[in-house]
């Protein structure tokens, strides 16, 4: 069976990359005794794909991973079951039973959701004030890894949010499609904001349906 | 001091800057975080090395476990930093904290390093340093942690006497308890004083005194060493009456069950597995071996309970390998029938099954057989030395032919890669027994070839010999760092012509470090802190410009010559700087061995004839209370009337290998 699993990673478990995690699952799997198939070949892999890498540091509500097993098992026991096989950062939020014909996980990611929190207290105007220049903007050119790309196109939502006790933070949902992907870090570079000063959070993965 | 809640702030801010951040956030499963409040004694253990390294060790393991099945204490972990995280730790003002709860270690009643090897002595002081805790003993107070250390290096403890203030000599599953205890006995209960958790008076070198009276423990303050005018030890004798003039090493009548819940870490490290140790002590008598001597005496575990455990621990952590842990795994009494139960219990999963330290002979085939390992992965065999005469030596004894037909037949069965482990600068050791290396290389792969064809591989790993305290060989002298590498050239020169050879070897730098602090006295531990002082820490990742630039100066600055330690054979008279701490193997019976070697001797298993080693007689009575199948020692008659007979009735049950006589004054 495939089954989708969405789980939420927290913590310490931040600092655990895309390949860790990977990892991670296919243990945890084992110690929960489900059936993981396996590829063939000289080097079987278990058949696990995770939907979209989290950059480290960023924590998540809403990951999401398919998994086939040979065996047909309730999605309630798969959730039971793995309750006590996962580190305490990882908790499963839902499984479901997906249709084998379904196309791979990572081609149906549409867009991401994070909240971006800023641990050193900003002038919440003068912030509005560049999110606003930002998204009024035709273009933001902009180049990572010497690679140059326009960031406008990728930012679909983009708030400042004050809370009644003036903390301020920002939301926002950023394209993520197969070559076409939004870094949160990204924006808040470009607003001039220090990532060693924000704590990141993804909040959801938007698939197409 | 910083309380968790501000050292994981501060953590957020750096941990995105060091590589493998995932090292010092822990969240693991199977790590134990209990409520800091409830806990009476807190216990921070730590290998002093990088996380990578340190997670997978099973000693710790087990202590972690012993403290926190206690309802009065508990145990957190905590590693070396790498030299990234260091230097952003140190700029920020981090201390160095445990994984569990972020509390400094500063904050816990004890701090238990383990020190299995001495190139992790510069990496200690470093930790306590990082700690905010002062690295010398004598400048702690009652408010600081006791620093506690154990491990194969504390059979010398005095090149740290300085730093720890207490030694577990020997095993330390029942010691810890006994240590535990005491620190509560002498602070007496915790008291809420504002809402904060106070211990209640006490003085620091009552405290000491009292752990200094448990068996196993030396505390190195009690005692004062005199040198003769040449630099030897004249004796090292206690300060005070209350503790005893010699420490004798701690054991376990029976093995603990072994730990069940090892620790998963959330990245990648170097080993992932289970490890089941099946048998601790090694009755092979193997002269360069320190654990074959320190270890004693041999027991084991039933084969039921290694299978069970293994196969819990496999379910409790997902690991894909499982190690199954001893000094000589074909000594093992039902080591078939430990094979045969484990690939039954394992059929179908997947599991890699390492069963290392295995004998050269057919025998040893037809197990890894059975564990149907992939051959991919290679055999491995430790002939030590290449040339009968040096063999018999270091009492390693293999007829050169059962070497070539062990070889032959794994590979005929199918393992394309051997891996064969050689050491050079043994005693006595000729350029013609270095040179047996190559020939004895190049004729098991020519045999491999002619058997199996051209796809045949062969890895030859080299390293170098250090005497080590309580063996038979700690009266010999070090190889020079010229003959190492006139050894390791003709090696390289002769090995590396064929492709299908691969040949590692150990810098001589490395060797000498090791040799210079494996032997050392009390005068070495003001080279390890002007060492540590000037940069020497992470030893055991071989920096030789460190010798250089720390530890050739340390040595000078402190007129020490490193030679005297290195190579220099000892007088067959002499004190050696651990005389006063001994692992229950005498030192006559060390000698006399070490004679045997010179006279190319050698002793058989001692299993069924004993050599009087002078374990029996001190585990005497711990054995005649815990009697069981698990010891492997002959069985001797009513062991308390041992002494007072003289030990006649023994004797004549006591074969004799090799012309010799075995000396019974024990």
């Known amino acids: 069976m495939r089954a989708r699993i969405t789980f939420s990673k927290q913590g310490a478990l931040r600092y655990t990359g895309h390949l860790d995690l990977h990892r991670l699952w296919e243990r945890a799997m084992r110690r929960a005794d489900l059936p993981l198939s396996y590829s063939l070949g000289f080097h079987p892999q278990p058949k696990i794909s995770l939907a979209a890498a989290l950059p480290l540091g960023f924590s998540s509500l809403g990951e999401v991973l398919d998994v086939r097993f040979n065996a047909e098992i309730p999605t309630e026991e798969i959730a039971a079951r793995l309750k006590d096989s996962l580190p305490p950062d990882i908790k499963v939020t839902g499984v479901e039973s997906v249709d084998e014909r379904e196309p791979a996980l990572q081609t149906q990611v549409l867009s991401a959701t994070y909240d971006a929190h800023l641990t050193e207290p900003v002038d919440g105007a003068d912030l509005m004030r560049r999110v606003e220049e930002m998204l009024m903007a035709e273009n933001l050119p902009r180049e990572r890894r010497n690679k140059s790309y326009d960031m406008r196109p990728l930012i679909e939502i983009l708030n400042v949010i004050t809370e009644s006790d003036g903390e301020v933070w920002l939301q926002m949902k950023l394209a993520a499609r197969d070559g076409a992907t939004g870094r949160p870090e990204e924006v808040l570079d470009a607003l001039g904001i220090e990532p060693e000063y924000t704590r990141v959070e993804r909040t959801r993965l938007i698939f197409q349906r | ?666």
């Not at chain 2, 009292?210 to 009690?222: C, E, N, R, S």
Request: glycine residues 6%; charged residues 25%; hydrophobic residues 40%.
């Open chain 2, 1 to 666: 001091m910083l309380n968790p809640e501000q050292i994981e702030a501060k953590l957020d801010r750096i941990l995105l800057k060091v590589q493998k951040p995932g090292r010092y956030v822990g969240g693991e499963l199977n790590s134990t975080l209990k409520d800091w409040d409830k806990a009476q004694t807190r216990v921070a253990f730590v290998f002093p090395d990088i996380y990578d390294i340190g997670i997978s060790n099973v000693g710790l393991k087990i202590l972690y476990d012993q403290i926190n099945q206690r309802d009065d204490a508990l145990a957190e972990r905590a590693y070396a930093p790498w030299t990234d995280m260091e230097a952003l730790m140190r700029e920020h003002e981090i201390p160095l904290y445990t994984l569990e709860s972020k509390h400094a270690l500063a904050c816990f009643d004890l701090i238990g390093f383990t020190l299995p090897y001495e190139t992790l002595y510069t990496n200690a002081l470093n930790i306590l340093d990082l700690a905010g805790i002062p690295v010398r003993s004598a400048d702690r107070d009652e408010t600081h942690p006791i620093i506690i250390a154990g491990g194969h290096s504390a059979t010398n403890p005095e090149p740290m006497h300085a730093f720890i203030d207490a030694f577990a000599i020997g095993e330390g599953e029942e010691v810890i308890h006994d240590i535990i205890n005491t620190i509560q006995r002498v602070k007496g209960q915790k008291s809420k004083v504002d809402g904060d958790l106070r211990p209640s008076t006490f003085d620091r070198n009552d405290l000491l005194l009292a752990l200094a009276q448990i068996p196993g423990v030396y505390v190195p303050k009690f005692y004062e060493t005199t040198y003769l005018e040449d630099g030897t030890v004249a004796h090292t004798q206690p300060t005070t009456p209350e503790v005893p003039k010699v420490v004798n090493k701690r054991i376990v009548a029976k093995l603990l069950p072994p730990p069940l819940k090892f620790i998963v870490p959330n990245i990648e490290v170097v080993h992932n597995r289970v490890s089941v140790e099946i048998m601790r002590g090694c009755t092979r008598g193997c002269r360069f071996c320190q654990a074959g001597m320190i270890t004693r005496p041999v027991r084991e575990r039933a084969v039921q309970e290694v299978v069970d455990a293994a196969d819990a621990a496999v379910r409790s952590t997902g690991f894909e390998e499982l190690a199954l842990m001893s000094l000589s795994s074909s000594d093992y009494t039902y080591v078939n029938e430990l094979v045969d139960a484990i690939s039954k219990r394992f059929e179908g999963r997947k599991l890699t099954v390492a069963l290392p330290s295995l004998r050269i002979e057919s025998v040893s085939i037809d197990l890894m057989d059975k564990l149907k390992q992939h051959r991919s992965g290679g055999f491995t065999l430790a002939p030590e030395a290449a040339s009968e005469r040096m063999r018999k030596i270091i009492n390693k004894f293999i007829p050169d032919e059962d070497i070539i037909n062990t070889t032959r037949d794994i590979y005929t069965r199918g393992w394309t890669t051997i891996k064969l482990y050689f050491m050079i600068g043994h005693p006595s050791e000729t350029i013609e027994d270095v040179q047996a290396i190559v020939d004895l290389s190049k004729r098991v792969l020519a045999e491999g070839r002619k058997a199996a064809g051209w796809k045949v591989k062969l890895n030859v790993g080299v390293s170098t010999f250090v005497p080590k305290p309580q063996t038979p060989f700690q009266w010999v002298s070090c190889d020079t760092r010229e003959n190492i590498l006139e050894k390791q050239a003709l090696l390289k020169r002769q090995l590396l012509k064929d492709k299908n050879i691969k040949l590692s070897w150990t810098k001589p730098e490395d060797t000498l470090l090791e040799a210079w602090l494996t032997r050392g006295d009390r005068r070495m531990a003001e080279v390890i802190y002007s060492a540590w002082k000037r940069g020497a820490k992470f030893d055991a990742w071989g920096d030789e410009i460190k010798v250089q630039t720390a530890w050739l100066p340390a040595f000078e600055e402190h007129g020490l010559d490193p030679a005297f330690y290195t190579h220099r054979q000892r007088r067959t008279d002499e004190v050696f700087p651990w005389e006063h701490i001994t692992a229950a193997v005498r030192k006559n019976f060390l000698f006399q061995d070490f004679r045997q070697s010179l006279e190319g001797q050698i002793r058989m298993d001692c299993r069924l004839n004993c050599y009087a080693c002078g374990i029996l007689p001190t585990f005497a009575s711990l054995r005649r209370e815990n009697p069981g199948e698990g010891w492997k020692c002959p069985e001797v008659k009513s062991p308390a009337k041992v002494k007072s007979e003289k030990l006649a009735m023994v004797s004549e049950q006591l074969p004799v290998v090799g012309g010799d006589f075995c000396e019974l004054n024990w």
